[in-house]
């Protein structure tokens, strides 16, 4: 095992990524900008390196910078976490250039991953179903001509793209031009690419993802994640098991993720994305080749640490069990953002003035806010995740509600609101949601 690794980002995941080090008596180096100087993570961390100033390309987009501090406090290691560098070629080769260990997939497999149009296309060899679309990066022509073959509507996406960026979803040809312009405009901004390709838009369909791991050359799965609930295709909320999936359907779709973790000779953490159609039909969208926001989910449904097999796996340790992982009972993931639902989720930053966590069996909350945080306008607006487990998926949902109903968070508007009305509803409730669940939610609360 390493002996001193640096966290690669900020915030709830380098919190997280800390104590999964400490509990491994590995020493933890953070970075941060000077918009987050007083952060938990820095505190949290063994040692901290101030990289930049407040914009995320001058701080945590900064591949010399971060390089440069993993050097000079002398770490063996980088963990990227997610978002910012986890998924940039660029950064695992600098990391391999310097003599430092990604925590995380090749840069052979990032790169052919982090084109999402090219993954598709290796995957299909492995008999993964895919989304009909494009093979590669268009332009606004290209788009035009593959919208109108697959019919409407149609999503465009970033090819370098993640997290809901750089993606739109076209219904009719009049919306095509602006929504490839933002589309493209956001991809460059989020990605430095702003490469879009187009596929079709399944519709109603559930997000529907597996969890995995391995070595290079043995692969274990761990279940999916259901994460239909979702805003601007952004989540909002995950639960393990789907109730949409039954043993057959998920050994089909694990099997498949297998098979493409072995043709790409698979190292770390991974999700492999799909989307699944309302007969029961699953199609491959992307492969996230990192660490998920909501990996918490997995982590209470098989008991096994996902931070800690990813630093295990980069210090050279071979997986302990392969196949299928156990698992056990049903858990729920609320992500609070802060964001204000009466503004359409608009961005809310600002200080927060008061955070008592819920406490009780079966609930977790990953989080950096404490009294006092300041939450700055230049990243991700995710505050906090809530994660409860219990036998059942209805008394998951019930502790659900009873542990945000104990949750205080004062200061700035959260998504807490939101997710109370979902896990209240008769829709969620009843296990038979999809992607457009949400809208449909607020339309039927005015």
């Not at 187009?198 to 597996?210: G, Y």
């Not at 043993?247 to 953490?269: D, F, K, Q, T």
């Not at 992500?335 to 809310?348: G, I, K, L, Q």
């Not at 205080?408 to 939101?418: C, N, S």
Request: charged share 25%; aromatic share 6%.
């Amino acid at each position: 095992m390493f002996s001193r690794v640096l966290i690669a980002n900020r915030g709830e995941v380098a919190v997280r990524v800390i104590r999964a080090l400490h509990e491994l008596d590995v020493e933890a180096v953070a970075v941060y900008s000077t918009a987050d100087a007083g952060s938990l993570h820095v505190r949290t961390a063994d040692r901290a390196v101030c990289i930049g100033p407040p914009p995320a390309s001058l701080s945590y987009l900064n591949i010399p910078s971060i390089v440069a501090a993993a050097e000079t406090t002398g770490c063996e290691a980088i963990h990227p976490g997610w978002g910012f560098l986890a998924e940039n070629p660029a950064f695992v080769r600098a990391c391999d250039d310097n003599d430092l260990v990604f925590v995380g997939p090749s840069v052979d497999t990032m790169e052919r991953m982090g084109d999402k149009a090219r993954a598709k296309a290796e995957l299909a060899a492995a008999g993964v179903p895919l989304v009909p679309g494009t093979d590669g990066p268009v332009d606004l022509a290209g788009a035009t001509a593959a919208a109108g073959g697959l019919g409407f509507p149609v999503l465009l996406k970033a090819v370098a793209g993640g997290g809901g960026k750089g993606m739109r979803l076209v219904g009719t040809p009049a919306e095509l031009e602006d929504g490839f312009a933002s589309a493209a405009a956001e991809a460059q901004a989020a990605f430095g690419d702003a490469g879009i390709y187009v596929e079709k838009a399944v519709s109603p369909a559930r997000h529907v993802e597996i969890q995995v791991l391995g070595d290079g050359e043995r692969v274990l799965t761990l279940g999916e994640r259901e994460c239909s609930i979702q805003r601007r295709h952004q989540k909002l909320l995950e639960e393990s098991p789907s109730p949409a999936v039954g043993p057959e359907l998920r050994e089909e779709m694990e099997a498949a993720a297998e098979r493409a973790c072995r043709l790409l000779g698979y190292r770390s953490a991974g999700t492999f994305e799909f989307l699944l159609g309302p007969g029961g039909e699953f199609y491959f969208i992307e492969l996230n080749a990192r660490l998920q926001v909501e990996h918490p989910v997995t982590e209470l449904v098989t008991g096994i640490d996902l931070v800690r097999e990813q630093l295990r796996i980069a210090a050279g340790e071979r997986l302990a069990s392969t196949g299928r992982a156990p698992r056990r009972g049903h858990a729920i993931e609320v992500r609070v953002n802060a964001e204000d639902p009466a503004r359409d989720f608009m961005p809310s930053p600002g200080t927060v003035t008061r955070f008592r966590a819920p406490l009780g069996p079966g609930v977790r909350v990953d989080t950096h806010v404490e009294d006092g945080a300041a939450v700055p306008p230049y990243y991700d607006s995710l505050l906090a995740k809530l994660i409860v487990w219990d036998t059942g998926r209805d008394a998951a949902i019930a502790r659900a509600l009873r542990a945000l109903g104990e949750l205080e968070l004062e200061g700035v508007a959260t998504t807490i609101p939101t997710a109370v009305s979902v896990l209240s509803s008769a829709g969620f409730r009843s296990g038979d949601y999809s992607t457009g669940f949400l809208a449909t939610l607020a339309g039927t609360e005015h």
